[in-house]
């Protein structure tokens, strides 16, 4: 049976490798995403469906 390690990093993100700043990259674009193009759209998704249950 395979041990499995808690410790073993799939993955080395170790900041000297590329990874970590890729990584970082990656979460700050889906941060950047959320915060300026899907939370004004689920705003305006959110308020149009209160003026409708509102006007029923």
Not at 10 to 34: R, T
Not at 45 to 56: H, K, M, R, T, Y
């Amino acid at each position: 049976m395979a041990e499995n390690r808690v410790s073993a990093p799939v993955i080395n993100l170790a900041p000297d490798s590329l990874a970590f700043p890729l990584f970082l990259g990656a979460m700050v674009a889906c941060g950047l995403y959320a915060a300026f193009i899907a939370t004004p759209d689920m705003r305006a998704a959110a308020q149009q469906q209160l003026v409708e249950s509102i006007n029923g």
